[in-house]
């Protein structure tokens, strides 16, 4: 918490002052449960010839939140955890013991997210583990040698882990061909777009060549290969072919070949990718910002396509050490945005700690000149930017410039029913004004109809296909 941090360094929220356990010390043996149930005990890992190394943190501490954020924990696990090689031991201790499960959860004002969300390791809370040890600051990494003896670990990355543990516990044989898939999403300023995927090696051995592949609901659509050098603990980004997206499927990214052979790990071959399509904006719009205790220290903007600041706002007035006049309010911009084009918007703080501290709700809401909310970004603990590319865009309703080359969709307008004038066999995808693709159909041939009279009535857009031409009209319903 800031009233907390403002004391003390960056880097660490202190404690107490008292001797942390000293370096070299026999560690003191624990058994503790986790929140899924599972019993730890220290003794064991240790007579298995395991090294143990636990991040001791607290849910309301920033520094710990971008330790968190930065998931060098998940890079170990992944390596020499139980996900990898199983020469380590992986923990992690909410050393809080005032805190309950809804901080874990980020469903409280002082937590700083969700500390649990897609977390590999094992989370144990509600224990005496900070006295027990006697850490003098949050957070604070403890390596266990399967020799006992504990020492705080200075290092801030996967790699300075390994080394300590590599120089104190001996030297970790780690796995091969060992590829991650990451969760990752997709902004697009319309349905069509180029999907980025990202894969991480949790290996010792560089991965030179990679296969991906693209699956809505399940079913590959696309695939791509990747060529180079990607060494331990390095992400790779590969963009795949431009595509037409359907904001309401499920995509997924799939390593089905690492250096000519199956990866390793097969739990973490597969990941999520979300698509994201802006929204539709009229060319004035109404810009809500919800403040946080702290307004002196937050901004944001609006950037067109080509990165030039369109609108923005703040920092606020207010007190340095938080509270004032604009501090836990809602502060109302008018802004106008350049037809055919497409934005991001951007929230930014200072201090560096995102917009988190207050007890009303914190953010940017934007609105048409209907006074009809189009966007809400919810903040919460970013940092020092919340980064939100290809939210709004003003020409999803451009539809006029695009021009029929090879085929064409009759009657037009149409009361539901409608043919395609092509020689060969298309692909049709009808998209709404907000981007979201309604209606699919595949094989189309011209003396095939297609009906539409489930649609609402209205203006879509029609993407028809061929094995070599693309084209895009505008269908009337009514």
């Not at 005032?98 to 969700?114: F, H, P, Y």
């Not at 040890?133 to 504990?150: E, K, M, N, S």
């Not at 080359?405 to 060969?424: D, K, L, M, Q």
């Not at 028809?464 to 895009?472: E, R």
Request: charged content about 15%; glycine content about 8%.
């Amino acid at each position: 918490m800031k009233k907390i941090t403002l004391f003390f360094a960056f880097i660490f929220c202190s404690l107490q002052s008292q001797a942390q356990i000293a370096p070299g010390s026999v560690a003191p043996d624990f058994t503790v449960t986790d929140i899924n149930g599972v019993s730890h005990h220290l003794a064991d890992y240790l007579a298995a010839g395991k090294t143990v190394v636990m991040d001791i943190s607290a849910t309301w501490c920033g520094p710990c939140w971008n330790l968190h954020k930065a998931k060098l924990l998940e890079d170990i696990y992944n390596s020499y955890g139980q996900g990898g090689s199983n020469e380590v031991v992986v923990l992690f201790f909410e050393g809080d013991s005032t805190t309950s499960n809804d901080d874990l959860l980020g469903l409280t004002t002082e937590s700083r997210g969700n500390w649990v969300e897609d977390v590999p390791y094992p989370i144990i809370d509600g224990t005496n583990i900070s006295n027990l040890y006697q850490i003098a600051f949050f957070p604070t990494i403890f390596r266990i040698c399967p020799d006992g003896l504990v020492s705080e670990m200075p290092g801030r990355t996967a790699g300075a882990i390994r080394a300590d543990v590599n120089n104190n516990c001996g030297t970790l044989t780690g796995t091969q061909n060992n590829v991650g898939s990451l969760d990752n999403t997709n902004a697009f300023c319309s349905a069509d777009g180029s999907a980025i995927a990202k894969i991480r090696n949790y290996g010792e051995n560089a991965i030179t060549s990679a296969t991906l592949n693209l699956k809505e609901n399940g079913t590959v659509i696309a695939t791509k290969n990747y060529t180079g050098s990607m060494p331990r603990f390095t992400t790779r980004t590969l963009t795949f072919d431009s595509y037409t997206y359907n904001p309401a499927a499920d995509y997924t990214v799939e390593v089905v070949n690492v250096n000519s052979v199956t990866p390793l790990n097969p739990s973490i071959t597969n990941a999520e990718m979300g698509v994201a399509i802006a929204k539709q904006a009229t060319t004035d719009i109404v810009v809500k910002v919800y403040t946080d205790n702290y307004p002196t220290e937050i901004s944001w903007n609006i950037k067109n396509s080509a990165g030039v600041i369109v609108g923005n706002g703040g920092p606020y007035d207010g007190n340095v050490n938080g509270g004032g006049i604009d501090a836990n309010t809602t502060k109302i911009h008018n802004v106008s945005l350049p037809a055919n084009d497409c934005y991001s918007i951007n929230l930014m703080d200072s201090y560096p700690d995102g917009w988190a501290e207050g007890t009303t709700p914190h953010g940017v809401e934007v609105f048409d000149n209907t006074n009809t909310s189009i966007l809400n970004i919810v903040a919460g603990s970013f940092g020092a930017t919340l980064a939100n590319p290809n939210v709004l865009t003003t020409n999803a309703l451009a539809v006029d410039n695009f021009k029929s080359t090879t085929f064409n969709v009759f009657p037009n307008p149409s009361r539901g029913i409608v043919s395609i004038n092509t020689e060969v066999a298309v692909s049709v995808n009808i998209i709404d004004v907000t981007g979201k693709v309604v209606f699919t159909a595949n094989h189309v041939t011209k003396e095939k109809s297609i009906d539409l009279s489930g649609l609402q009535k209205g203006m879509y857009l029609a993407k028809i296909s061929s094995a070599d031409a693309t084209t895009t009209e505008k269908i009337i319903l009514n």
